[in-house]
């Protein structure tokens, strides 16, 4: 495990506000999203305000307001790294 500043309590402010600033960029009230999304206005505005939502409604609001690719590359595994410059000359 890698040590992070980051906790998992700021991801998901910075989700939260991700989502609503798209919603504004949108124009789209949360009533609006609700709507298109099936995501009570309410769970929304909770989700706005304090970052608390399932993970099933995050994807419907994150679909609504940018492409569900962008999340889903979060589950592809990255090429590791060469370690040393022997793992480098190997692989050419």
């Given at each position: 495990?890698?040590?992070?500043?980051?906790?998992?309590?700021?991801?998901?402010?910075?989700?939260?506000?991700?989502?609503?600033?798209?919603?504004?960029?949108?124009?789209?009230?949360?009533?609006?999203?609700?709507?298109?999304?099936?995501?009570?206005?309410?769970?929304?505005?909770?989700?706005?305000?304090?970052?608390?939502?399932?993970?099933?409604?995050?994807?419907?609001?994150?679909?609504?307001?940018?492409?569900?690719?962008?999340?889903?590359?979060?589950?592809?595994?990255t090429p590791?790294?060469?370690?040393?410059?022997?793992?480098?000359?190997?692989?050419?």
């Amino acid at each position: 495990m890698r040590l992070s500043l980051l906790t998992a309590s700021d991801t998901q402010h910075d989700l939260a506000q991700a989502v609503r600033r798209r919603r504004r960029e949108l124009k789209l009230s949360r009533s609006a999203l609700a709507d298109r999304s099936g995501v009570p206005a309410p769970t929304i505005k909770r989700f706005e305000t304090t970052g608390q939502i399932s993970l099933r409604q995050f994807l419907l609001l994150w679909q609504c307001v940018d492409r569900l690719e962008r999340i889903a590359a979060l589950a592809t595994p990255t090429p590791e790294a060469p370690r040393s410059i022997e793992e480098v000359l190997r692989d050419e």
